[in-house]
């Protein structure tokens, strides 16, 4: 998934939980239902589940219930949780909000948006002291676009940064 993706209303089974854990950003409808499945059927969750659910809601006891037990785990408490980081009333209006969040994102210097992503990624999966090394090593690559000059100048001028061309990836 690359910006923005949504777990819609209704039922997010063991596929559901696989797939939304991968995703960089989560939101969902009030009446979201969440569940990692696989013991009741008598796998391991696989692809992804076991792996970044516990970075993701930085909650082992809560990840171990989970999928342990097969229990539903309803909207609000994904909310709490940290696994949704917005939830709305209903679809449409969910749906709205992703679709600014994507064009908020799409405005932005893709060059800086797709190494922050990477940076982010590497650091939740290193030490401190790696990511800022892997970060020093990006720099050498990053600092030679023009956007920084442009998204500073822009900043100074007071403009949206809707208006700044920005280098393509
Ligand atoms: C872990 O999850 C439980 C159940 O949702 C919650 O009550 C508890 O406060 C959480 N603990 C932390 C440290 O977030
Ligand atoms: C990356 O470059 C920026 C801009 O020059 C600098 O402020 C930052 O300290 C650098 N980060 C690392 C880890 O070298």
Partial sequence: CRAVVISGAGKMFSSGVDLITACDIRYCTQDAVFQVKE?????????GTLQRLPKIIGNQSLVNELAFTCRKM???EALSSGLVSRMFPDKELMLDSALALAAEIASKSPVAVQSTKINLLYSRDHPVAEGLNYMATWNMSMLQTQDIVKSVQAMMEKKDAKSVTFSKL
């Fill in 39 to 47: 013991v009741d059927v008598g796998l391991a969750a696989d692809v």
């Fill in 74 to 76: 309803m909207a609000d």
